[in-house]
């Protein structure tokens, strides 16, 4: 069992609640549901402190997390899923654990921090269930990003 969290742009979030669950159902855990959060006032600004919270939570989610996905399929740009994928490359270059990155999709929006060198890009869910199948056994097997 894995603790795993989902980044996607919330405008995505019923996509993001199928891939919850099939995570879920493979045995892993989801360190933080930021899908059920949506009903934050904006500008953020109206609510500073629920928006500090939330952010709290967001990046703790990750920072529990043994594996880190970005859905990069999102229609529109996202804006917080790449602070928290900043967060999981910051996680895993410190080495203060070991976490598994994957942007997983068609890269819409496409970002700089998608090529890191620790990041694998794949084209479905599936394939990250498979590749962390693969990490319980040993070392994660990271594929290119090309």
Known sequence: MKNIFVSGQIKEKYRI???FAKLEAAGHQITHDW????NMPKPYSLAPAEAGLRASKDIQGVLDADVYILMSDNRDSGKGMYVELGAAL??????A????????????????FYFHPLVAHVETIEEVLRLIERSSDSQPEFVSAA
């Open 97 to 112: 654990k070991p976490i598994e990155l994957y942007v997983v999709g068609p890269m819409n929006h496409e970002s700089i």
């Open 90 to 95: 910051a996680l895993a270059t410190s080495q």
């Open 35 to 38: 899908t059920r959060t949506d």
């Open 17 to 19: 609640r199928e891939v």
